[in-house]
């Protein structure tokens, strides 16, 4: 992380402890300290990289960027905030104001969503220009064939407004009672993977985003649970090895 000097209230706002109209109450009451010296005023800056800051007593270190790896369950949905609805938001175990998801998944579909504050990294991962494979585990009411596989090899039209790029559709079982398969995708459309299968005949009664570009959901991570990501995990996401 470059050294940055922002100033204390918003310092310790984008930490969680508090809003900066807390923070600032807090400061006239003496509970916030740089390099063991009261803050006075919150336009004091700290050295985001360099300073201790300590706040109630406890020391806060400042980090720039927060990666959470989510499996999203059901019912829950993809934005930082809704009147009505749960968001993703809070159900993670994250204090920060300024995280947000990496695309979206529908209120209805579970699986592995990130969510972050580097706008970077989301718009890489987004870009249309990068192709970044999604691969998600689907379940259908009906018959997946070969024939369908080779539709999506070559890039369906989907309807009159959307051709979908090439996809690969691996399937795992079919038969009477519906289909399993893994579909994978290059694109994120609007309900794109339930819009693909209708295309086809079928009705998705079942759908979880199993990958990301290099990031993998753990086959042990329960539904509904979030972490942060390893190091080696965001290496992965900017390129690296």
Do not use: C, W
């Not at 063991?36 to 919150?42: D, F, L, P, R």
């Not at 336009?43 to 720039?64: F, P, R, S």
């Not at 693909?196 to 759908?207: F, H, I, P, Q, S």
């Amino acid at each position: 992380m470059d050294v940055m000097k922002i100033r204390i209230d918003k310092y310790l706002a984008d930490m969680g402890a508090g809003s900066r109209t807390e923070i600032k109450d807090d400061i006239r009451k003496g509970l916030v300290y740089i390099n063991g010296n009261k803050v006075k005023s919150a336009g004091e800056k700290a050295d985001t990289l360099n300073d201790e800051v300590a706040y109630k007593e406890n020391i806060i270190k400042y980090i720039e960027f927060e990666y959470i790896l989510l499996n999203k369950p059901a019912g829950v949905v993809s934005a930082t905030e809704d009147r009505k609805e749960k968001t993703v938001l809070d159900i993670i175990d994250s204090k920060r104001k300024d995280l947000f998801p990496v695309g979206r998944l529908d209120k209805d579909t579970e699986g592995l969503l990130l969510l972050t504050n580097d706008g970077m990294l989301a718009h890489e991962l987004l870009s249309p220009k990068k192709h970044v494979d999604k691969k998600y585990y689907v379940e259908t009411d009906g018959l997946l064939t070969d024939e369908h596989r080779k539709l999506f090899k070559n890039g369906i039209k989907v309807d009159d407004e959307f051709t979908a790029k090439e996809a690969e559709l691996q399937i795992l079982s079919s038969g009477d009672k519906g289909s399993k398969a893994y579909l994978t995708i290059r694109e994120g459309k609007y309900h794109q993977v339930k819009r693909m299968m209708e295309a086809v005949g079928n009705t998705v009664t079942y759908l979880k985003r199993i990958s990301m570009g290099p990031l993998t959901l753990p086959e042990d991570m329960e539904t509904g649970t979030s972490r942060m990501l390893t190091d080696s995990e965001i290496n992965m996401l900017k390129g690296g090895k």
